[in-house]
Structures are given as structure tokens and as C-alpha cells.
């Protein structure tokens, strides 16, 4: 079945940087779009941006733009979401999660990765 | 961009009635919504697509309807593992777009 696995919990300090990776399987990887989306602490969903992952091209939401970039490497069916210029409103967790056909809906999401800003 | 609208915010409902929550965009998206499930600590599902299609594994009693800017998800008879919190989504363009969440809680 289609998965997405996520990597571990981060803990970074103000005016880090975080990568996020989100493995593939179950699917030929580069045949459908992966979005990331990410939730702070008791508030609601957010979306930050997308990346093809044949042509590797992307589109981020304006308020990430200069501070996200959404990688992939083809080779291990696995996508990135690197956040730079970290603040305490960037405590969140991130999902990565794929979208299925044409005009996306999200199915299947990543199990989430909490990454915690802290001096 | 689109910004999308839910309400009410949270609702208490006891086993077996019927609730309904509404999300409405601030502009035309056709049937471009969708609606999530999510529970504590874990990542939302998607129940219902494009409006109105039941998410294949999803129960009969959830059930979607709307177009244009208005949307509602009903479910037909409330069951303890329903309690959570229902999210609608646009994805007619980016930015994509979601309602700030409806919580369902046990009366």
C-alpha cells in the first residue's frame, strides 16, 4: 500500500535551519505530487508548498517563500522540505503528504515530524 | 486566496445524533473540497473528496454535499470513534487552503 514515512523529531535553535524527509513506497515515486503541510502546537493545518517529483519543480505558499526549498532524490523515492531562519512560530509539526489525482486532495499523509524551535 | 470558512468552531453531540458542519469559501471553488478527519497526536484522513465522493474504507454514515462556495459534511448517526476534529480543504488553486477546524466533543 501507498506509505509515507517521515524522519524523526528535531530540536533546533533559533536561526537554524531543519530538513525533513519523507520516504516513499507503494508507488512509483515520481508520479504524483507531494505537498507539505504542517500544524503549530493546538492550531489548525497549514499548507507551505508542493514539488513534483519527476520534473522537480515546486510551488510554495508566499509566506515560506525565500526560507522553504523542497528537494527530492529519485534514487530512494524520498522527498526534503528544508526550513531555514528558524523562530519559535516555526514549532510544528510537518506532514508531508500526497496528493492522488488532478486537483489534489491529500491521501496518504506522512506520520508527521515535530520539530521544536528552543534557546 | 481563498479563504475558507467552518463552522461552528466546536460542537458537543451525544452517540447515535445526527451532526452537520459547514464550511463556506470566500469564493467559487466548484467541487474542489475536501474534508479531513484528524484525532489527537495523529495525522488527519481524508473522508470525502471533490465535495461529495466517500473516501474508499469510509464509513456510509459520513457523507458529503455542496458546490460552488458552500459545503457541508454530515455524519448520519454519531459513533464514539467520530469524535475528533473535521478540517475542509480547498484545492481549486494555490495557495491551498483550509477551514480552521471544527472540534467534535462528547455531550
Known amino acids: 500500500q501507498v506509505q509515507l514515512v517521515q524522519s524523526g523529531a528535531e530540536v533546533k535553535k533559533p536561526g537554524a535551519s531543519v530538513r525533513v524527509s519523507c520516504k516513499a513506497s507503494?508507488?512509483?515515486?515520481?508520479?504524483?505530487?507531494l505537498h507539505w503541510v504542517r500544524q503549530a502546537p493546538g492550531q489548525g493545518l497549514e499548507w507551505m508548498g508542493w514539488?513534483?517529483?519527476?520534473?522537480?519543480?515546486?510551488n510554495y505558499a508566499q509566506k515560506f517563500q525565500g526560507r522553504v526549498t523542497v528537494t527530492r532524490d529519485t534514487s530512494i523515492s524520498t522527498a526534503y522540505m528544508e526550513l531555514s531562519r528558524l523562530t519559535s512560530d516555526d514549532t510544528a509539526v510537518y506532514y508531508c503528504?500526497?496528493?492522488?489525482?488532478?486537483?489534489?486532495?491529500?491521501?496518504?499523509w506522512g506520520q508527521g515530524t515535530l520539530v521544536t524551535v528552543s534557546s | 486566496d481563498i479563504q475558507m470558512t467552518q463552522s461552528p468552531s466546536s460542537l458537543s453531540a451525544s452517540v447515535g445524533d445526527r451532526v452537520t458542519i459547514s464550511c463556506r469559501a470566500s469564493?467559487?471553488?466548484?467541487?474542489?473540497l475536501n474534508w479531513y478527519q484528524q484525532k489527537p497526536g495523529r495525522a488527519p484522513e481524508l473522508l470525502v473528496y471533490?465535495?461529495?465522493s466517500l473516501q474508499g474504507g469510509v464509513p456510509s454514515r459520513f457523507s458529503g454535499s455542496g458546490s460552488g462556495t458552500d459545503f457541508t459534511l454530515t455524519i448520519s448517526s454519531l459513533q464514539p470513534e467520530d469524535f475528533a476534529t473535521y478540517y475542509c480543504?480547498?484545492?481549486?488553486?494555490?495557495?491551498?487552503?483550509f477551514g480552521q477546524g471544527t472540534r467534535l466533543e462528547i455531550k
Open positions: 469564493q467559487s471553488i466548484s467541487s474542489f
Open positions: 514539488i513534483n517529483p519527476n520534473s522537480g519543480g515546486t
Open positions: 471533490a465535495a461529495s
Open positions: 503528504a500526497q496528493v492522488p489525482a488532478g486537483n489534489g486532495w491529500f491521501d496518504p
Open positions: 507503494g508507488y512509483t515515486f515520481t508520479g504524483y505530487y
Open positions: 480543504q480547498q484545492s481549486s488553486s494555490t495557495p491551498i487552503t
